[in-house]
């Protein structure tokens, strides 16, 4: 019996730093006392942050203090394994796209394309976010601010795959921007040549377009010259006319051949690319969100009603604690010594 008895003074009693104890049923003793203090400042956090809740999603999103935001998501492909000859180490020898193996990626350029300058610049200008959100002063660099803020590029190494987001309160905003840093990317990457058969590819598309305007333009100048070699007023003109259209002739078999030829190496490369994975590719586009991103209002209001109800409870340990020491002689005797004694070493 004597063991229980001292097993239970242990459970429920702790020791000071003067070796007095404290009992923790006088602690739920206080907290009983004041329940009701207790329960109605409780219940004014909770009732106080329903309404908040409630006025922020009826006020407008720009003059509401917690708006609903939403956050579409492009996906694209990055294929690491495509660093032929060390590309693009030899590109960037600077370190800064330094993964933790010491080596650069194309993941890691496109995180750090990600967050460059001139990639928040182009967006705040095809947007115009300095007449979006009224910026008078410092445009550009509060305008890459703002960006930075909103936007967000991540790389899941597991599945390769690199994500845009951007966050706003507007939806059709967020999308449009999410969807317009994927172009920028994929031209980032064209542009720097990264990836030889897509860039192939576009050149071979723009050969052909050459070659297609220029065969187009020989045959209307060919047709032109026979309607005038045909005409009456012009007999005098005939050997000239017939020596320019051959030469014209020559000149447009000779931009059919090559058209022929550049049609042919383009379904080479398409099948080529058909065959392997780019270093860039786009797999899904944003999408206009349906459901908001944020905020969390029922979480913000379980949190607001916890953190009123911990600090609730502590004020009415503090107070009864001091209305304790107020009671109790001895205590404010010991205080008030304890005082002096620090009065009298300072002098």
Same mark, same amino acid.
């Not at 020491?325 to 009298?344: P, V």
């Given at each position: 019996?004597?063991?229980?008895?001292?097993?239970?003074?242990?459970?429920?009693?702790?020791?000071?730093?003067?070796?007095?104890?404290?009992?923790?049923?006088?602690?739920?003793?206080?907290?009983?006392?004041?329940?009701?203090?207790?329960?109605?400042?409780?219940?004014?956090?909770?009732?106080?942050?329903?309404?908040?809740?409630?006025?922020?999603?009826?006020?407008?999103?720009?003059?509401?203090?917690?708006?609903?935001? @939403?956050?579409?998501?492009?996906?694209?492909?990055?294929?690491?394994?495509?660093?032929?000859?060390?590309?693009?180490?030899?590109?960037?020898?600077?370190?800064?796209?330094?993964?933790?193996?010491?080596?650069?990626?194309?993941?890691?350029?496109?995180i750090y394309l990600a967050g460059t300058n001139s990639f928040l610049d182009a967006i705040a200008e095809k947007f115009d976010l300095a007449g979006r959100y009224a910026i008078t002063k410092f445009s550009r660099t509060t305008?890459?601010?703002?960006?930075?803020?909103?936007?967000?590029?991540?790389?899941?190494?597991?599945?390769?795959?690199?994500?845009?987001?951007?966050?706003?309160?507007?939806? @059709?905003?967020?999308?449009?921007?999410?969807?317009?840093?994927?172009?920028?990317?994929?031209?980032?990457?064209?542009?720097?040549?990264?990836?030889?058969?897509?860039?192939?590819?576009?050149?071979?598309?723009?050969?052909?377009?050459?070659?297609?305007?220029?065969?187009?333009?020989?045959?209307?100048?060919?047709?032109?010259?026979?309607?005038?070699?045909?005409?009456?007023?012009?007999?005098?003109?005939?050997?000239?006319?017939?020596?320019?259209?051959?030469?014209?002739?020559?000149?447009?078999?000779?931009?059919?051949?090559?058209?022929?030829?550049?049609?042919?190496?383009?379904?080479?490369?398409?099948?080529?690319?058909?065959?392997?994975?780019?270093?860039?590719?786009?797999?899904?586009?944003?999408?206009?969100?349906?459901?908001?991103?944020?905020?969390?209002?029922?979480?913000?209001?379980?949190?607001?009603?916890?953190?009123?109800?911990?600090?609730?409870?502590?004020?009415?340990?503090?107070?009864?604690?001091?209305?304790?020491?107020?009671?109790n002689s001895d205590a404010m005797d010991r205080l008030f010594k304890k005082e002096k004694k620090r009065n009298e070493k300072k002098f």
């Amino acid at each position: 019996m004597e063991s229980i008895r001292l097993l239970n003074t242990a459970s429920v009693a702790g020791k000071t730093a003067d070796g007095k104890e404290i009992d923790l049923i006088d602690l739920f003793s206080v907290i009983i006392q004041y329940k009701w203090v207790i329960f109605l400042c409780t219940l004014s956090a909770a009732v106080a942050s329903i309404v908040f809740c409630i006025v922020s999603i009826e006020m407008p999103l720009d003059k509401s203090p917690l708006p609903n935001v @939403y956050t579409p998501q492009a996906h694209m492909l990055i294929n690491n394994t495509a660093l032929a000859d060390n590309q693009l180490l030899q590109i960037f020898k600077s370190g800064d796209l330094g993964n933790s193996s010491g080596e650069a990626s194309y993941s890691d350029l496109a995180i750090y394309l990600a967050g460059t300058n001139s990639f928040l610049d182009a967006i705040a200008e095809k947007f115009d976010l300095a007449g979006r959100y009224a910026i008078t002063k410092f445009s550009r660099t509060t305008a890459r601010h703002i960006l930075e803020k909103k936007m967000k590029a991540s790389f899941d190494k597991s599945a390769g795959v690199f994500t845009i987001s951007c966050t706003d309160i507007d939806p @059709y905003f967020a999308q449009s921007v999410v969807n317009f840093a994927v172009d920028y990317m994929e031209q980032r990457f064209l542009d720097m040549g990264l990836d030889q058969t897509r860039l192939e590819k576009k050149n071979l598309e723009d050969n052909i377009h050459t070659a297609y305007a220029s065969i187009v333009g020989l045959q209307k100048k060919i047709r032109a010259l026979e309607l005038s070699a045909s005409g009456a007023d012009s007999t005098g003109h005939v050997p000239s006319i017939i020596f320019d259209s051959s030469m014209l002739k020559l000149e447009l078999q000779s931009q059919e051949d090559l058209y022929a030829q550049l049609k042919t190496q383009y379904e080479l490369i398409k099948v080529k690319m058909a065959s392997e994975t780019p270093v860039f590719q786009i797999i899904e586009r944003a999408e206009l969100p349906e459901r908001k991103s944020g905020p969390a209002r029922g979480k913000l209001c379980l949190i607001t009603v916890f953190v009123v109800l911990c600090i609730s409870i502590i004020i009415v340990w503090v107070v009864d604690m001091i209305e304790t020491i107020r009671q109790n002689s001895d205590a404010m005797d010991r205080l008030f010594k304890k005082e002096k004694k620090r009065n009298e070493k300072k002098f």
